[in-house]
C-alpha cells in the first residue's frame, strides 16, 4: 500500500508566477491536510478537505491561496503570484476515519524555492 | 487558542541512554496526540498516536504517555541509536476539525 504521494519533490518558481502542488492520498483515505513549514519555524496548518469539499481553511492565507480536492485525481494546492515569502515545504497528510482515530500520515513534502 | 510547547529544544546524548522528551499543550480538550520524527530535509514519519481516553502507547523501544488532565505528553526513547537522531514533534488534534497543532520540536542528536 503505497504511502501518501506529493509532487513534485522540489519546485522552483520566479517571483509572479504560479506554483501547483500535488497530493494523492493513502489509499482508502478520503481526508487531506495540507501544512507548511517555513525555514526555521514549525509546521502549520494550512487546510483541511474531503472529497469535493473544504472543511477547514483557517489556516490558508486569504490571497493567493486556493486547494480542491476534485471527486476525482489528486488535492491540489496552488499558489499564484508566488514572492520570496511563499518559500517554504509543503506537506500533505491523509487520514482515513475509522471508528476512533484520525491517524494523519504524511507525505515527503514539495519544497517550493521562489527565485 | 492551543500552544504546543516541547523541551528540551535540543538534546545530544551517547549511545545506549534511555531518554525522556516532552511535550505541553495549553488546552487539554483534545481528541488525540501524535508523535512523529523528521530527518533532515524530509517528511514526517508517525511514530505514536495516542487518543484522549489512553494513558500511553508503546512501539518498540518507543513509550508514549499522555497526561490530558495537566497538559502533558512524553516520549521515551529506550536504549537509543545513532539512528534515532532526529527531530521529533508532537501534534495535538483539537478535534472539531482534525488540524494538528505542532510542538517546536527537539532535535536529537545520539553520539555513537
Known amino acids: 500500500n503505497a504511502g501518501v504521494m506529493q509532487n513534485p519533490r522540489h519546485l522552483v518558481r520566479r517571483r509572479g508566477q504560479e506554483a501547483r502542488l500535488r497530493c494523492s492520498p493513502m489509499?482508502?483515505?478520503?481526508?487531506v491536510y495540507w501544512y507548511r513549514q517555513l525555514p526555521e519555524e514549525g509546521l502549520k496548518f494550512m487546510v483541511y478537505l474531503q472529497k469535493e469539499n473544504i472543511i477547514d481553511e483557517s489556516g490558508m492565507p486569504k490571497e493567493r491561496f486556493s486547494a480542491e480536492f476534485p471527486k476525482e485525481g489528486p488535492s491540489i494546492l496552488r499558489i499564484q503570484q508566488v514572492v520570496r515569502g511563499d518559500s517554504a515545504a509543503y506537506f500533505c497528510?491523509?487520514?482515513?476515519?475509522?471508528?476512533?482515530?484520525?491517524?494523519?500520515?504524511f507525505g515527503p513534502g514539495t519544497r517550493l524555492t521562489v527565485t | 487558542k492551543q500552544e504546543v510547547t516541547q523541551i528540551p529544544a535540543a538534546l545530544s546524548v551517547p549511545e545506549g541512554e534511555n531518554l525522556v522528551l516532552n511535550c505541553s499543550f495549553t488546552?487539554?480538550?483534545?481528541?488525540?496526540l501524535q508523535w512523529f520524527r523528521q530527518d533532515p530535509g524530509k517528511g514526517l514519519t508517525s511514530l505514536l498516536l495516542?487518543?484522549?481516553?489512553?494513558r500511553e502507547q508503546t512501539s518498540g523501544r518507543l513509550n508514549a504517555s499522555l497526561d490530558k488532565s495537566s497538559g502533558r505528553s512524553t516520549l521515551y526513547i529506550a536504549a537509543s541509536q545513532p539512528g534515532d537522531s532526529a527531530t521529533y514533534l508532537c501534534?495535538?488534534?483539537?478535534?472539531?476539525?482534525?488540524?494538528?497543532?505542532f510542538g517546536t520540536g527537539t532535535l536529537l542528536a545520539v553520539q555513537p
Open positions: 495516542i487518543q484522549s481516553s489512553q
Open positions: 501534534a495535538v488534534n483539537g478535534g472539531a476539525t482534525n488540524k494538528l497543532i
Open positions: 497528510a491523509s487520514s482515513r476515519r475509522t471508528s476512533s482515530s484520525y491517524e494523519q500520515y
Open positions: 488546552d487539554s480538550a483534545i481528541y488525540n
Open positions: 489509499k482508502g483515505h478520503s481526508h
